[in-house]
């Protein structure tokens, strides 16, 4: 056993018990740990500037103590007296050649926390000078080095005067990018490498090819390393070219899904890939999704423009199946788009051909023969989409993250449609962490749809409210505009149909009981309906989230509020944020 005594800050307290070390569990140890504890306890105090602490040492044999302990522990007292600590009097740093114009270096040297009067702490100068090779291997300096680094005690302990002096030599720049034989057309390898040849060196931009190629999904191993380095004293150039070995991903990969929300109830789905279908990067991605209110199916062909994964031309054909509140639709839709990414920003310009079929479920006995017939609109639509996505913390559980999305679309009964109409959307999902197990987590959805108030739009456009990712305590898209469901008025509930307006948002706030279970306090509102008719409706609620491997597990139970109704609806979900 250990006491340490005497009037000890925290720090110096952990440091010393850092520096004696796991405490002995023989005897020899035992003996070994006690001849050098006064020597470690010295170095730890001298790494935080105590150069004139007093230890006195004393050991006492337990075994006349405890005499029933066969274990026989010993006790080590160290009285420590700390007395001034060693303040720094000169602090003198310089940089010679390349490095010294590098405004890098001198962000370092501008922020580095050591300063004159302050108490001599080793740590301090040990990491700047760490920071110093470290910042000079991450910009290209690859024959710099530290010419003079001490500390010189003096005035009898008193003070202390730090001098580092750092040559840098050149500052290499990036040489040829060489790729091993692969079966990819050249150009676009090419494409991928983030900087141009004679650029200066980073290691940024060297992770950065090495990411760039990961994103591709064209490769089952990456393997990228610095060549030899090209030194040319005569005219002062010095490069780095870069090695690439490459392997080819396997050429069909399959995915296979189970999932749950109360939204759409237990869902399968199959997903097969082909990375690299041919030497042009061409790659596809089919996949399927069945629920019982929404069986779907997705084929989408990649096709690379101006860069493998950045640039894209696409060819998408989407079925799908869907159960609103009262009504089945069927639709099916084609379409070819350019996805673009820039800057974190996806933006995709498209034109799709869109064929909706649907029916009501109106009342049996005496339906609404104004709306009884299967109905049918075909639509050709030019848009555009936005995306954006921003987080940090785990990918399934972020700590802080923002994503926006917008979309405008339309479409003219003179451009091959059967009715024209022009539809806005856009979506916002915020989080942020308040303090340590503090999360809020808001969203809020906006939409507007214009179209001739006699014109019948298909309710895959239109909008729907209600649901887990809606208003809780409300059945999924079960809020919208409505039509009666039968021909006497004194029969039948309405029929839900969507709307042309759409608001909703959310706030929550969540409570981390530990690394796996949080609490949750929630509060939901909005509505959908047809411009004039927005009448808002309202939940709050409360949830126990589990923090599973494939995102949070939550179950919520909402109290949903729509004029003088109210009811009560648990909404289970299973997926990650953002």
């Known amino acids: 056993m250990v006491t340490l005594n005497g009037q000890l800050p925290k720090v ?17 140890e035992r003996s070994a740990f006690i001849y050098s504890a006064k020597d470690n306890t010295r170095e730890a105090l001298q790494a935080l500037g105590y150069y004139q602490a007093e230890i006195i040492s004393q050991v006492i044999d337990n075994n006349t103590i405890t005499e029933k302990t066969s274990a026989k522990p010993w006790l080590l007292n160290l009285n420590i007296t700390l007395n001034a600590a060693t303040l720094i009097d000169k602090v003198i740093i310089s940089l010679d050649g390349e490095a010294s114009q590098d405004p890098a270096f001198q962000a370092l040297l501008n922020n580095h926390g050591i300063k004159p009067g302050e108490n001599l702490h080793h740590g301090k100068y040990e990491k700047l000078k760490a920071d110093l090779l470290s910042l000079a291997l991450q910009r290209g300096y690859f024959n710099g080095a530290l ?35 692969f079966d990819l057309e050249p150009e676009l390898l090419s494409n991928l490498i983030p900087f141009q ?15 760039q190629l990961e994103a591709t999904q064209y490769f089952g191993s990456i393997i990228a390393v610095p060549a030899d380095k090209i030194e040319d004293n005569i005219n002062h150039q010095y490069t780095l070219p ?21 939204d759409t109830d237990f869902r399968l789905s199959a997903a097969w890939r082909t990375p690299l279908i041919n030497k042009y990067g ?3 991605e089919t996949k399927f999704e069945y629920s019982e209110i929404n069986p779907t199916g997705k084929f989408i062909y990649s096709i690379p423009l101006n860069h493998l994964s950045r640039d894209l031309l696409q060819f998408q054909m989407n079925i799908e199946n869907v159960d609103y509140a009262e009504q089945k639709t069927k639709f099916y839709s084609t379409q070819i788009g350019r996805l673009v990414s820039n800057n974190k920003w996806q933006r995709q310009i498209y034109t799709r051909y869109h064929k909706e079929v649907w029916q009501y479920e109106l009342d049996e006995q005496v339906p609404n023969i104004d709306w009884s017939e299967l109905d049918a609109a075909s639509y050709l639509i030019p848009g555009i989409t936005w995306s954006k996505t921003k987080r940090s913390g785990p990918p399934l559980d972020p700590s ?5 999305t917008y979309n405008i679309e339309g479409a003219h009964l003179k451009a091959g449609s059967d009715n024209s ?23 809020a959805e906006f939409g507007a749809i214009y179209v001739d108030r006699d014109a019948e739009l298909a309710p895959s456009l239109r909008f729907y409210a209600g649901g887990d990712q809606s208003i809780r305590g409300f059945a999924y898209q079960s809020i919208g505009a409505t039509i009666p469901s039968s021909s006497d008025p ?70 949903g509020i729509d004029g003088d109704d109210s009811n009560w609806r648990i909404h289970i979900n299973l997926g990650a944020e953002l």
């Open 147 to 181: 010419t003079e680094s001490k500390i010189v005690i003096k005035n009898q302990y008193h003070y202390a005067d730090i001098t580092l002096r750092y040559t840098s030599g050149p500052r290499y720049r990036f040489g040829d990018v060489t790729f091993n034989d």
């Open 12 to 28: 110096v307290h952990n440091n010393i018990r850092a520096h004696l070390g796991k405490l002995p569990n023989s005897v020899l």
């Open 400 to 404: 802080e993250g923002f994503r926006q």
């Open 282 to 284: 061409h790659f596809q």
């Open 490 to 559: 004194e029969q039948g509930e309405p029929i839900v149909v969507g709307g042309t307006r759409l608001l909703v948002a959310s706030i929550e706030y969540q409570y981390y009981l530990n690394d796996k279970w949080r609490i949750a306090l929630f509060s939901d509102g909005g509505s959908a309906a047809n411009k004039g008719e927005f009448k808002p409706v309202y939940s709050f609620g409360t949830g126990l989230h589990y923090i599973s491997p494939v995102g949070a597990v939550k179950f919520d139970f909402a109290y």
């Open 421 to 443: 109409f022009f539809r806005i959307h856009a979506r916002w999902n915020y989080i942020t962490t308040l303090k340590t197990n503090h999360r809020l987590v808001t969203r």
């Open 197 to 211: 040849k004679n650029q200066y060196y980073s290691t940024s931009a060297f992770h950065q090819l090495q990411h």
């Open 242 to 262: 870069i090695n690439v070995a490459l392997t080819p991903a396997k050429s069909h990969q399959f995915d296979l899904g189970i999932g749950y929300a109360t």
